[in-house]
């Protein structure tokens, strides 16, 4: 039996709780959902995009797949696709665009006095690798 942290745990850890609350406060402007906070959103859309998830239906069913591994990913409440939908439309993606502006802050001050860690001549940028497929009609 696995005694550790999930590897999406771990990764999740990077990004320290208090400082996501801080930020889904100055964003999260009077849009609550019942019981799926900004965190437990920010961690299903996490979730979806390191696993490949290709839909909602498929992040549910993944999640609710194993409920007590779902405890121990992070998520504190049920994962519906209806719930993740009517957020997904709601919350604003300032906040999100917030979070990520931060971890790259926070990255670069790492890295700053190690220049050579990738040797690379050019600047590095990150980009968001999600795509939507367009279907003609």
């Known amino acids: ?3 550790g942290k999930t590897v999406f745990a771990q990764v999740m850890a990077c990004v320290p709780h208090w400082e996501f609350r801080r930020i889904a406060a100055e964003h999260d402007n ?3 959902a019942r019981a799926f906070s900004a965190w437990d959103h920010f961690l299903a859309m996490s979730f ?3 696993t490949f ?3 909602l239906r ?3 069913a993944c999640l609710d797949s194993h409920p007590q591994l779902r405890y ?3 998520f504190r409440s049920r994962i519906t696709r ?3 939908a009517r957020v997904n439309e709601q919350r604003p993606w300032q906040l999100f665009a917030a979070v990520a502006r931060q971890l790259i802050h926070r990255a670069r001050k790492i890295y700053r006095e190690e220049p050579n860690v990738l040797d690379l001549k050019a600047p590095v ?3 968001d690798s999600t795509f939507i497929d367009l279907l003609t009609i």
Request: hydrophobic letters at 40%.
């Open 1 to 3: 039996m696995n005694e």
């Open 48 to 50: 979806a995009q390191i």
């Open 82 to 84: 209806s719930t993740l």
């Open 72 to 74: 121990h990913l992070g």
């Open 30 to 32: 009077a849009i609550r």
């Open 58 to 60: 498929d992040i549910e």
């Open 53 to 55: 998830r290709e839909s």
């Open 125 to 127: 940028y990150a980009l």
